[in-house]
């Protein structure tokens, strides 16, 4: 009964910004390192970032590198990413997805994941950025 819930997608311009939710329930979220993936049209997952269970460490793809900021707040069971500078290839639908177990290490996963390399995973929300 893991159930992971991704918000706050939509329609921005180039440079605008956009802070996507993820509210986690049915497993111990303050225990667990979690992940945002991505996926653009046609293409793969590409893994976007990683925050390790209590917070204090973060990862980032090269790509999003200085724009993207991912944090949690365990007393809520709710993980973020904040989006600025966001460009157009950035458009693709954001999941928040969580590790296997308790024991995987966050920023310890390969860069173009399979969804078997994930727990669990949520429905998605779409982030369009165009003029």
């Known amino acids: 009964q893991v159930q992971l819930v991704e918000s706050g997608g939509g329609l921005v311009q180039p440079g605008g910004s956009l802070r996507l939710s993820c509210a986690a329930s049915g497993f111990t979220f303050k225990s667990h390192t979690m992940s945002w993936v991505r996926q653009a049209p046609g293409e793969g997952l590409e893994w976007v970032s990683d925050i390790n269970d209590g917070g204090g460490s973060t990862y980032y793809a090269d790509s999003v590198k200085g724009r993207f900021t991912i944090s949690r707040d365990n007393a809520k069971n709710t993980l973020y990413l904040q989006m600025n500078s966001l460009k157009p290839e950035d458009t693709a639908v954001y999941y928040c997805?969580?590790?296997?177990?308790?024991?995987?290490?966050?920023?310890?996963?390969?860069?173009?994941?399979?969804?078997?390399?994930?727990?669990?995973w949520g429905q998605g929300t779409q982030v369009t950025v165009s003029s």
């Open positions: 997805a969580k590790a296997h177990s308790s024991r995987v290490v966050a920023g310890t996963g390969r860069q173009r994941p399979e969804w078997t390399d994930f727990g669990s």
